[in-house]
């Protein structure tokens, strides 16, 4: 979790994908309650893919970085944001 930044290029420069995506990672952080205190369980670190699990105050969430493949198991995950090589989900 750490503590969050966003450099003005990424937000502004790179277009509205880049914005949009930010944005969406942005909310999702909020809703669930994630700060730089917030418990990480590692689920998955090889070379094609890297995903954790972050228990928020409000819920937890799960994040993929990487080409391979993986998702979440279990109880209630909603896709919250996905581009090339990312994704976020949030648990009900």
Known sequence: ?????VLWD????????????IKEMIAVRS???????SK???KEAKAEVYAAEITG??????VKI????????GGNWKLASAGKDFAVWEQN
């Open 40 to 42: 990480v369980e590692i």
């Open 10 to 21: 990424h937000l502004f420069d790179w277009g509205d994908d880049y914005h949009k995506k």
């Open 66 to 73: 990487g080409h391979g493949h993986w998702e979440p198991n």
């Open 31 to 37: 809703r669930s309650g994630i700060t730089s205190r």
């Open 1 to 5: 979790p750490g503590t969050p930044f």
């Open 57 to 62: 105050d409000k819920h937890r969430v799960a």
